[in-house]
């Protein structure tokens, strides 16, 4: 859904990761091609189950995995996990696919915060790049809360990040 360079940041816009049959099918041309070292997954465990690779699978691999799950549409994810999110894709040392089912709530709500993060940016500016990149995400109030709080607690008033 989402895929981020060390710098500057892509964002695909209609990649879509799918494990049909045992098989891996997209999950090889993100590490080969994409070289992706790191997944933020923000799906629950049943969706992981249907739809992605889960830890196990990530790390037969090669590839580090952190699983924030979030109900989707109606909730966004909680502070705690969207600081955990955004340090994992800081500290995880090469690129990283972020991603939910559709890839419009909850893994926007992670990528927005990151943007945010990286380059002391408001909430309006992230989803604006988020959306220039890829129109269907859809922010709710919930998820406009908490890219909200996320700004006031972690970088209004501070110093750019580095």
């Known amino acids: 859904t989402f895929f981020f360079n060390d710098c500057p940041c892509v964002i695909l816009p209609d990649f879509v990761l799918q494990c049909v049959d045992g098989e891996i099918d997209q ?11 790191a997944v933020v997954s923000m799906n629950e465990d049943y969706e992981l189950q249907v739809f992605s690779l889960d830890g196990e699978g990530w790390s037969k691999l090669g590839v580090q995995f952190l699983q924030l799950s979030t109900t989707d549409i109606f909730e966004a994810p909680d ?37 945010m993060k990286k380059h002391s940016w408001e909430p309006e500016q992230a989803v604006q790049l988020m959306k220039f ?26 110093s750019p990040a580095r």
């Open 27 to 37: 999950s090889s041309l993100l590490i080969n091609k994409e070289k992706v070292r």
């Open 133 to 158: 990149r890829r129109p269907h995400i859809l922010l709710r109030s919930k998820q406009w809360q908490a890219l909200n709080i996320f700004f006031a607690d972690n970088i209004a008033g501070k």
């Open 79 to 115: 502070q705690e996990k969207l600081r955990r999110g955004v340090d994992f894709i800081n500290t995880c040392g090469g690129n990283v696919y972020v991603h939910c089912k559709a890839g419009r709530t909850r893994s926007a709500t992670l990528v927005g915060c990151y943007l």
